[in-house]
């Protein structure tokens, strides 16, 4: 058990890291897509989510590795302070998108199908 709470900062420093230049590469290609309304809105909330959870994940791994504990715990606050707030505005995004495609006539673009009653 050991082993693993004294490799767990340096995974996580690395997922943060790879998760916030992977958010940072989509929010890129984002800018220069020809998007607009929602769906922009929409990704670029996507993005932005994956940049807070890949902070949040560097600042838990910095307060492992310093043995600073209120880093550590004010990290897993506020990550998941702003998980929440963005799923929320990505799923209220995400209906306006599919609402917006379902009144043209077409299909919404979307990760996951989800089934509606």
């Given at each position: 058990?050991?082993?693993?709470?004294?490799?767990f900062p340096?995974?996580s420093?690395?997922?943060?890291?790879?998760?916030?230049?992977?958010?940072?590469?989509?929010?890129?290609?984002f800018?220069r897509?020809?998007?607009e309304?929602?769906r922009?809105?929409l990704?670029?909330?996507?993005?932005?989510?994956?940049?807070?959870?890949?902070?949040?994940?560097?600042?838990?791994g910095?307060?492992i590795?310093?043995?600073?504990?209120?880093l550590?715990?004010?990290?897993?606050?506020i990550?998941?302070?702003?998980?929440?707030?963005?799923?929320?505005?990505a799923?209220?995004?995400?209906?306006?998108?599919?609402?917006?495609?379902?009144?043209?006539?077409?299909v919404?673009?979307?990760?996951?199908?989800?089934?509606?009653?």
């Amino acid at each position: 058990m050991h082993v693993i709470w004294s490799v767990f900062p340096f995974i996580s420093i690395a997922a943060g890291v790879v998760l916030t230049a992977y958010a940072l590469r989509l929010h890129d290609a984002f800018r220069r897509a020809p998007v607009e309304g929602p769906r922009r809105a929409l990704d670029l909330v996507r993005s932005f989510r994956a940049v807070l959870v890949g902070l949040a994940l560097i600042g838990v791994g910095a307060g492992i590795l310093a043995d600073i504990g209120w880093l550590v715990m004010l990290s897993l606050i506020i990550g998941g302070q702003e998980l929440l707030e963005t799923s929320i505005m990505a799923a209220a995004l995400n209906d306006e998108v599919r609402r917006r495609a379902e009144t043209e006539g077409r299909v919404a673009p979307s990760h996951t199908q989800h089934a509606r009653a």
